[in-house]
C-alpha cells in the first residue's frame, strides 16, 4: 500500500520541483527503523533543499524534511518496539538521507530518541531541530558562564524558527532579552515572546570600521552570520560568548580579532547534526522544563503537505515567522 510524500526530482533540464506524490515501503532507503511519521517541521535547510538544493541534496529524486516525529512501525534494533513514540532531528535526514516529508521514514536506529516525557507527538515538533538547536545555544552560553543578570542578551533572526524559541527561552529563564529583526510587523509577536526590546536589523547589520564598540551584550545568539555576526562580537561585553548557529547572512564574516584578544570574546559553533545522544537527551531534557508551552503554541502554525512546497520559497526570503508544524499524517 502506498503513502504520500513529498518528492524533490530533476527534470531533463537540471531544474528541480516538489510534489505531494505516493511511494512505497521499497521506495525509502535503508535502516533499521520504519516510522509512522505524524509531524515534521519547515525550516530553513527545508527550503533550500525544496529548490536548488544549494548542495544539500545530491541525489534525486529526494524527500525534504529535517526532522519528524512518530510511533514505530517495524524494528530490527531492541531499543525500538512498534508503537514507541520517536523523534528524530539531524543527522543529514532530509538532506544525505530522506526525511520527514512522508507518512512513513526509514532510518537508523542512533538517530531515533524517545519522545521526551512531558511532550506530545506534535509540541516535539512544534519544537524541533529549530528548537533543540535554540536550547543548545543557551545551554553553550551557559556553560561559558552566562547567567541572568548580567546584562542584555542579543538574539538576532529573532522572528524565524531557532530565533523565537530561543527568544522564549531566555525570557522565561530570566534573561533580559533583546530581539533583532527585519520585519517591524512581528515586534509585538516578540514581546509577547518575552524580548524586552526590539531593535531594527539595519542598527546591527551596518557594518563599521571601528574594531571596538562600547560594551552593550552579556551573550548573544547569532541567527544570521555574515556581516551581522561582526557587529555582534564588536558589542559584547568583556569575557562574554555568541552562539553562532545560521549563514542566511553569508557565509563570510568580515571580523577583526581585536575583540578576540582585547575583550576575550569566544565564538561558541552550534551544529545539533552529529550531537551525540546523551547530549541531545539533556537538551530535550532542559526544553521540556525551561520552554513555556503557551509561548511554544503562540510561535506555531499547523500545515498539511500541500502547502509546503510554496513555504519553502517563502522562508528563503525571510517571510515565515515562528515555527511551522507540518501534519504529515493528515
Request: glycine share 12%.
Amino acid at each position: 500500500m502506498g503513502f504520500r510524500a513529498i518528492v524533490v526530482d530533476k527534470d531533463a533540464d537540471g531544474r528541480t520541483h516538489a510534489a505531494v506524490r505516493e511511494i512505497g515501503l521499497e521506495d525509502l532507503p535503508e535502516g533499521e527503523v520504519t516510522v509512522a511519521v505524524e509531524y515534521s517541521t519547515l525550516n530553513y535547510k527545508d527550503g533550500l533543499c525544496l529548490g536548488p538544493g544549494a548542495g544539500l541534496v545530491r541525489k534525486y529524486p529526494h524527500v525534504p524534511g529535517v526532522d519528524f516525529a512518530g510511533r514505530v512501525e517495524a524494528s530490527s534494533d531492541p531499543r525500538y518496539q512498534p508503537g514507541d513514540a520517536v523523534v528524530l532531528t539531524g543527522w543529514r535526514v532530509g538532506e544525505a538521507h530522506w526525511g520527514g516529508y512522508a507518512q512513513k521514514a526509514r532510518v537508523k536506529a542512533d538517530w531515533l530518541v524517545p519522545l521526551p516525557e512531558g511532550l506530545t507527538l506534535a509540541r516535539s515538533m512544534a519544537i524541533g531541530t529549530a528548537g533543540l538547536t535554540a536550547m543548545l545555544a543557551v545551554m553553550a552560553l551557559e556553560e561559558q558562564g552566562l547567567r541572568p543578570g548580567q546584562g542584555p542578551v542579543l538574539v538576532t533572526g529573532a522572528a524565524g524558527g531557532v530565533g523565537s524559541v530561543a527568544v522564549a527561552l531566555l525570557a522565561t529563564a530570566g534573561y533580559d532579552v533583546v530581539a533583532v529583526t527585519g520585519r517591524p510587523e512581528t515586534a509585538a509577536y516578540l514581546t509577547e515572546l518575552g524580548a524586552t526590546r526590539i531593535l531594527p536589523r539595519d542598527e546591527i547589520a551596518e557594518p563599521i570600521a571601528r574594531p571596538l564598540e562600547s560594551e552593550s551584550w552579556a551573550g548573544a545568539v547569532d541567527c544570521v552570520g555574515g556581516a551581522m555576526l561582526s557587529r555582534v562580537t564588536k558589542q559584547l561585553k568583556y569575557g562574554a560568548s555568541v552562539a553562532c548557529l545560521g549563514n542566511a547572512g553569508g557565509l563570510d564574516v568580515p571580523l577583526s580579532v581585536i575583540p578576540l584578544l582585547l575583550r576575550g570574546i569566544r565564538l561558541i559553533g552550534i551544529d545539533s547534526v552529529l550531537k551525540p545522544f546523551d547530549a541531545r537527551q539533556r537538551a530535550w531534557e532542559r526544553i521540556v522544563q525551561d520552554l513555556d508551552m503557551e509561548k511554544l503554541d503562540a510561535m506555531t502554525r499547523r500545515v498539511g503537505l500541500a502547502e509546503v512546497p510554496a513555504l519553502g520559497a517563502e522562508i528563503l526570503r525571510g517571510g515565515v515567522r515562528g515555527r511551522i508544524l507540518v501534519d504529515v499524517a493528515a
